[in-house]
Structure formats: C-alpha cells, structure tokens
C-alpha cells in the first residue's frame, strides 16, 4: 500500500502521519509525505512530541509535491488543507480534518499528534474504512 500524507508545510501533521505510518511498521506500506508549500524545516514540537512515542524524525525534511516519486499512490490523505493541497494521481482522496498544530503548546500539539496516531492505525487496520 502506497500512502501519500499532504499538508500545506510538510513541518508537522504530515510528517508525523509519515513517521507513524513507518512507525508501526505493517508490512508493505510504502509512507510518503509532502506539503504544498513547504516550509523548508521540520517543527521541533513536532520532532518532540514523536521522540516522545519512540519515533526519530531528526533527519526528516520538508518536501515538496515536487519532491515526492511519480507513481500513483493507493491513498493521498490531506491532513486538514482541504482545497489548498493540490490533487496528486491516487486511487482514493481523502481529507482528514486535522488542526495545525504550528502555534501551540506542546500539550496542545501532543493532543494533535495523538488524532493523528489515530487515524493512521485506523488506515493500517482497515483501509477501506478510513475516510472518517
């Protein structure tokens, strides 16, 4: 399964969808994230909260759509962009909808990464039921 996690910076809830994608390791998933427009840097709450979890994001960097391979994904998951994160080539598109976290505390942002854990297991499990 190819999953394609977008938001508008690539700096925090895509990068941590990726991270939990990779993180809990099934078997066959290829993880992948990218932002619209991205900010160049990765948050450091965001490398915080996942360190937290076990989770190294330390070498991870703020991609482009540009950046990302020329294939279809099964899955292009926008993380509360909406209509900002352009179309990429996937069988299904979804938009989970999600706070950016830029901004808060780390409480707040622990709060945000932990829907995002969610859902990304929640992907993992059953694919075919994750749009919510």
Do not use: T
């Not at 808060?104 to 749009?131: K, Y």
Request: with cysteine.
């Amino acid at each position: 399964m190819r999953v394609l996690f977008v938001c508008i910076e690539n700096s925090c809830r895509s990068q941590m969808a990726e991270g939990f994608a990779n993180q809990l390791g099934v078997e066959g998933v290829e993880a992948y994230s990218a932002g619209s427009e991205p900010s160049g840097i990765v948050n450091p709450f965001a490398i915080k909260a996942m360190h937290e979890l076990g989770y190294d994001m330390r070498s991870h960097e703020s991609k482009s759509l540009d950046d990302i391979p020329d294939l279809e994904f099964d899955y292009a998951i926008s993380l509360g962009c909406g209509d900002e994160c352009p179309m990429v080539k996937a069988r299904m598109h979804i938009d989970w909808d999600i706070p950016d976290p830029r901004g808060m505390g780390i409480d707040e942002f622990r709060r945000v990464r932990d829907m995002i854990r969610e859902r990304v297991q929640r992907l993992l499990v059953a694919p075919r039921v994750l749009a919510d």
